[in-house]
């Protein structure tokens, strides 16, 4: 990578917004995720080339997440940083310049209003060259239906924090597999594991959002 991509890495995976965020503090008064995105993008850099650096900190920081490294906090203030970024790459990605991986339609599940974890798939995901359409939380079965007719092609991730909600979430895949078989399914939340997203019938189980990255590049090789 150039200097400048090295940079927006190293700010995504430190957390570093912009110059006068004051975390992390030993970057302090640094310039940002949000000054080198603009300086790349006015010296001409691919803006494939900056949604390579963003995939490649979001890579490193999720790696450290799973491995207890860090926690949600610093995975919060990385997804922050690389929202930044991406805030001056959207222009790029509705003009078709920048060619995604596939489209992922996310939502909580009916009867459950938790969203910090959704939030956080929804941020790596779509730093690692995903197109999101997040629907957000208290999504019923026929929302997510009606996403799949729109976004034909798409996989579909549910996410459920009580466990009293789980049910609603195995009826919604239930459904969705009667309609769209060939759908991919990934199921996540705190109540869920390997073992409860196969007995629901989703094609996969996500403890954290680097293994719902995981999950989705598998589909694209």
């Not at 400048?4 to 190293?10: E, Q, R, T």
Request: charged letters at 25%.
């Amino acid at each position: 990578m150039s200097e400048l991509m090295d940079k927006i890495c190293l700010c995504i995976e430190r957390g570093k917004v912009d110059k006068k965020a004051p975390y992390p503090p030993d970057m302090m008064n640094q310039d940002g995720a949000d000054e080198y995105a603009r300086e790349a993008i006015k010296a001409g850099e691919s803006p494939d080339n900056i949604l390579a650096a963003c995939n490649t900190a979001m890579e490193r920081i999720g790696d450290k997440f799973s491995r207890n490294e860090v926690f949600v906090p610093e995975l919060l203030m990385a997804a922050r940083a690389m929202n930044g970024v991406m805030e001056h790459l959207k222009p790029f990605f509705q003009a078709g310049n920048i060619k995604t991986k596939g489209t992922f339609v996310l939502g909580t599940v009916a009867g459950d209003l938790h969203d910090i974890g959704k939030n956080l798939v929804s941020m790596v995901v779509e730093g690692n060259g995903w197109k999101v359409v997040d629907l957000g939380v208290d999504v019923k079965t026929d929302k997510f239906l009606k996403a799949i007719e729109e976004h034909p092609g798409c996989a579909v991730g549910l996410s459920a924090l009580l466990t009293t909600t789980m049910a609603n979430m195995a009826a919604t895949v239930k459904r969705i597999k009667e309609l769209h078989a060939d759908t991919v399914v990934i199921v996540g939340g705190a109540p869920l594991s390997h073992k409860a997203a196969k007995e629901m019938g989703a094609d996969g189980y996500a403890a954290n959002p680097q293994e719902t990255v995981r999950i989705l590049n598998s589909l694209v090789g």
